[in-house]
């Protein structure tokens, strides 16, 4: 058994390395900053707006606006984009922070 009243012995990094992104500007402008690790089952899509929570007009803005994007719209209920997003096993977030406002998708690549 370990012995936690002890600290671990420090040691450096044998071969420590980091992926840079591929770098893209769509036909419209837009970057688009790509990871590839291969062939994985999921895949994980980011959107960054800027306006955050030091840019809102309003008090609690941003933060309401990133709830509302994946709480439902005119055409979908809330309940209409949960049942989609659980059918094709993706999950969705979005949250507000000072300066951006972020959603996360994370998919199947065979329902992506």
Do not use: W
């Amino acid at each position: 058994m370990v012995d936690r009243s002890k600290c671990p012995e420090l040691r450096s990094f044998d071969d420590l390395r980091f992926d840079y992104p591929e770098y893209i500007t769509l036909p419209n402008g837009i970057k688009l900053y790509v990871l590839n690790y291969g062939d994985q089952e999921v895949n994980r899509l980011e959107l960054i707006f800027k306006g955050g929570s030091l840019e809102e007009d309003k008090p609690l803005q941003s933060m309401v606006l990133a709830l509302m994007l994946v709480h439902g719209s005119e055409e979908y209920s809330s309940e209409d984009v949960s049942e989609l997003l659980d059918y094709n096993g993706s999950h969705m977030t979005a949250c507000s922070q000072e300066h951006f406002t972020q959603v996360v998708l994370n998919s199947l690549n065979q329902n992506f």
